[in-house]
């Protein structure tokens, strides 16, 4: 029997975040180069979290492994098991339903500009046959691409394409590597000790001198793989691992419009994971979010966040000029889950009045000159009414305008504007959806 992991992905990732000492990077940088400027305006990319630990259906990707990691202690680790066990899913990972295609038609007529995959992530499992890892499709699936058709998709569908690669390999670490949490730093965690590939305590082998430097070898090969085998690549997300500007400088080589995540090199985005930024941030941005609410993986309970709960985190990220890549797991057997297109639909019925508040968007002046989010596009001011709104919106320092509408009625919405302040109130009756968007034009 399989158990469910942590209720909330948002609170566990978010502990995350703490423990790992993560904070949002203030990227000042970033691409000049003309085929790369679609990023900021994108505003909603799909993350795809998948692997062999769907096949267990109650474990996160490649972090199930990992015993004591304080964001899942709600747990109490009944969604942990020993790497040896975790490995021992790739015989079963049979993918036998996997097709992309209604995934990514789905994602781009809900409003999607981008997707991301992950190609290879920690546990060093490849979704291509790559000539530079034991572990994958190669070895596992007779050589079967998982890849190709994920990137076909994306194209066929008008979406740029991402790759997630993971530069650590924790399956190539897996005799010199502890699986305990937190134990490469005592101070933080003394007397914790290490634990091998079955969780029990051990002395760490000391590595061979060059096994980092052909880590770091192999991770660079499968990049070139990936960069070279399927045509353009939009995006390169890389996760973990030492800070690594030769990877990205050999990613601009090969592809030179690509756009690199921060997280691993000096790329030219900021991210938070799981939890919205608190604070103005500098260049483009970017925050990952599960949309199942038990974590990155794919897990039995298939409960996903609202449609609602998202575009409440899409208004705030878009009034500051980021974007949410938010994450989908499939099942073991290749499908998406069902409630995974119910979301689709609900988020495609949104954007068909609502889309340009989103997409293409530029930031709005909040919180300095409104109490709601606010974004900009071809000269209307878009106003977001959230689930629990503030009554009456109020917005300062502006002239009068020459008008207000509730999109998705036409309805002119009553407001009062005195002395370079407009203050609006939208009658209950008035609303349609649990996040409505006024257009003001000026």
């Known amino acids: 029997m399989t158990t469910s992991v942590v209720d909330t992905a948002a609170a566990a990732a978010a502990a995350q975040h703490a423990a790992l000492g993560i904070r949002a990077p203030q990227i000042n940088t970033h691409t000049t180069h003309p085929e ?5 305006q994108a505003g909603l990319g799909l993350f795809i979290h998948w692997g062999i630990s769907a096949v267990h259906g109650g474990i996160d990707l490649s972090w199930g492994m990992i015993a004591n990691t304080p964001w899942d202690a709600a747990a109490q680790g009944k969604n942990k098991i020993i790497p040896e066990d975790y490995w021992a ?6 993918p036998d339903c996997y097709d992309p295609d209604p995934w990514l038609k ?3 007529g809900a409003g999607f500009q981008y997707a991301v995959l992950t190609a290879q992530h920690h546990d060093g499992y490849t979704l291509w046959p790559s000539r530079y890892s034991s572990l994958g499709v190669q070895s596992h699936l007779g050589g079967r691409d998982l890849v190709r058709p994920y990137v076909e998709a994306c194209r066929r569908y008008g979406l740029k394409v991402g790759l997630y690669c993971s530069p650590p390999d924790w399956f190539f670490d897996r005799n010199y590597k502890s699986f305990n949490y937190g134990t490469e730093d005592p101070a933080r965690f003394p007397g914790r000790p290490h634990f ?5 305590p051990c002395t760490l082998a000391p590595k061979p001198a060059d096994h980092d430097a052909r880590r770091r070898e192999l991770v660079h090969h499968r990049v070139e793989e990936l960069l070279t085998n399927y045509g353009r690549i939009d ?3 890389l996760d973990g691992g030492e800070h690594d500007n030769a990877i990205r400088d050999r990613a601009r080589q090969l592809q030179p419009h690509i756009v690199l995540n921060s997280r691993s090199c000096d ?3 900021g991210c938070t994971e799981c939890c919205q930024p608190t604070e103005k941030f500098s260049g483009w941005f970017e925050t990952c979010h599960c949309w199942q609410k038990s974590g990155w993986g794919y897990t039995q309970d298939e409960d996903y966040h609202s449609t609602a709960w998202l575009l409440a985190l899409l208004a705030h990220l878009r009034t500051w000029g980021g974007n949410v890549l938010i994450n989908v797991g499939p099942r073991p057997n290749g499908e998406l889950p069902a ?3 119910q979301r ?3 988020l495609a019925a949104w954007m068909q009045l609502r889309r340009s508040a989103i997409i293409g968007s530029t930031p709005g002046p909040y919180p300095e000159q409104s109490n709601v989010p606010i974004t900009v596009n071809q000269g209307l001011w878009y106003l977001f009414l959230l689930p629990q709104p503030t009554a009456p919106v109020v917005v300062r320092g502006v002239q009068r305008p020459k008008s207000i509408t509730l999109l998705g009625t036409a309805a002119r919405v009553p407001h009062t504007w005195h002395d370079g302040q407009l203050e609006i109130t939208v009658p209950q009756s008035m609303r349609c959806h649990e996040v409505d968007v006024l257009a003001v034009a000026w």
């Open 36 to 40: 790369a400027q679609w990023f900021p």
């Open 89 to 94: 899913l790739a015989p079963r990972f049979q």
């Open 106 to 108: 789905a994602a781009a």
């Open 196 to 200: 091998n590939t079955r969780h029990l």
């Open 235 to 237: 995006l390169l997300w």
């Open 267 to 269: 790329g030219d985005f």
């Open 339 to 341: 409630v995974a297109y």
């Open 344 to 346: 689709f639909s609900e």
